[in-house]
């Protein structure tokens, strides 16, 4: 059974910095994009960032320059820096992955507070 194991939430000031790793296991198949959403209370879930295998990464408009996504293939892991945060990133994050076959898979989500 897949599952996808998140941690690296918590609370953090303005300006300050977390980050969140998430990793994948019990798949028989290779990861292909994997990238972290966001949830915040009263919106719809939002694409934050998204890396390739290959490492070619997306990141949304209101993230850029702040938060870096990675990879290591060998872990099945999944980073996401954030540096700069804003009260507007308080949300839960989520992971989610992509594998061979397309099929997909998310973590439990875990929640960011960015105090002001």
């Known amino acids: 059974q897949v599952q996808l194991v998140e941690s690296g939430g918590g609370l953090a000031q303005a300006g300050g910095s977390l980050t969140l790793s998430c990793t994948v296991s019990?798949?028989?198949?290779?990861?292909?994009?994997m990238g972290w959403y966001r949830q915040a209370p009263g919106k719809q879930r939002e694409l934050v960032a998204s890396?390739?295998?290959?490492?070619?990464?997306y990141y949304t408009e209101s993230v850029k320059g702040r938060f870096t996504i990675a990879r290591d293939n060998a872990k099945n892991t999944v980073y996401l820096q954030m540096n700069n945060l804003k009260p507007e990133d308080t949300a839960v994050y989520f992971c989610?992955?992509?594998?061979?076959?397309?099929?997909?898979?998310w973590g439990q989500g875990t929640q960011v507070t960015v105090s002001s």
């Open positions: 890396i390739s295998r290959a490492s070619n990464t």
């Open positions: 989610k992955v992509v594998v061979l076959g397309g099929y997909e898979y």
């Open positions: 019990g798949s028989d198949f290779r990861t292909n994009r």
